[in-house]
C-alpha cells in the first residue's frame, strides 16, 4: 500500500517528472531552512515523492524548486536521507522503531509509542515534511519489519 495517495492532477516534479504531494505552505515555512525560505512565494507547494530525485518542494504557481538540502531535516523516504525519521515531532528513526519490533516485540502503532515515546508531543503541522501524523510512516516500518521475521 502506498504511503500516501498520489495526486495525480497537481502539477509534476519539474525534474523527475513524478507525482507530488500537495503540502500545506504553513508546513514548507517550518521545514525549509532560513535561507531558502526567502525563495518561498505563492502559495501552493507539492512535496516530490520521488526516492532517488533531489527535489524536495516545488511550486505549482511558479518554477521555484527546492533541493533535499533546502530543509532542516533529511527527508525519510529519499535515498540518502540520513537519519531516517519515523516520527519527526519526538525525533524517533526508523532505527528506533526497529528496535521497539525487533527487542521489544512492539507489533502495533501503539506498542511502537510506548516504547519509542513518538508521537508523544506531536505537531505534525510544523515537523513532519507533509505536515501530517507519522502513524503511517511507522505502520509501514512495522509491515517491513514484520514480513522480514
Ligand atoms: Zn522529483
Redesign the pocket.
Known sequence: MPLVKKETSIK???????H?VLVKKETIKAIISEYALKRVVGDAFAL???R????SY?SLDSNIVFNTNDLIVPLWYKKDANPIYACYCSKVTKNDVILAIKDHGAKTVNDVKLFTGAMKNSDCLHHNPLGKCCHKIIQEIINEEIQDI
Open positions: 509534476k516534479c519539474p525534474e523527475c517528472n513524478s507530488g516530490c515523492m520521488n532517488n530525485c533531489e527535489i516545488y
